[in-house]
């Protein structure tokens, strides 16, 4: 079992960066792929960044690839999504997810954390 909390959410201004963090316990985060996904009011969740096993390979949605970063520490046990140029249209709450696959699908991800709120004014 993996117990993921996410942090990091808040309130800023269209253009400012945010820095997401994903801390996991109860298992070794080095054993499974992350992904991070977001939720807007009204709208079904989406994928946004996924890392592999190793960190050796990452993939972003469209509407956020050349701002956000995805990134892993698992000697902190610790996933990472660095947002910057922030849009207004980012706002959503945020979900880090692990689970055995490298992928965007969240169906293939086995434990979810609890998520944190993003919300970017205009």
């Known amino acids: 079992q993996v117990q993921l909390v996410e942090s990091g959410g808040g309130l800023v201004q269209a253009g400012d960066s945010l820095r997401l963090s994903c801390e996991a316990s109860g298992r070794t985060l080095s054993t499974f792929a992350m992904g991070w996904f977001r939720q807007a009011p009204g709208k079904e969740r989406e994928f946004v960044a996924t890392?592999?096993?190793?960190?050796?390979?990452?993939n972003y949605a469209d509407s956020v690839k050349g701002r956000f970063t995805i990134s892993r520490d698992d000697a902190k046990n610790t996933v990472y999504l660095q947002m910057n140029s922030l849009k207004p249209e980012d706002t959503a709450v945020y979900y880090c997810a692990a689970g055995g696959r490298y992928h965007y699908t969240a169906r293939v991800y086995d434990y979810w954390g609890q998520g944190t709120q993003v919300t970017v004014s205009s």
């Open positions: 890392i592999s096993r190793t960190g050796t390979f990452r």
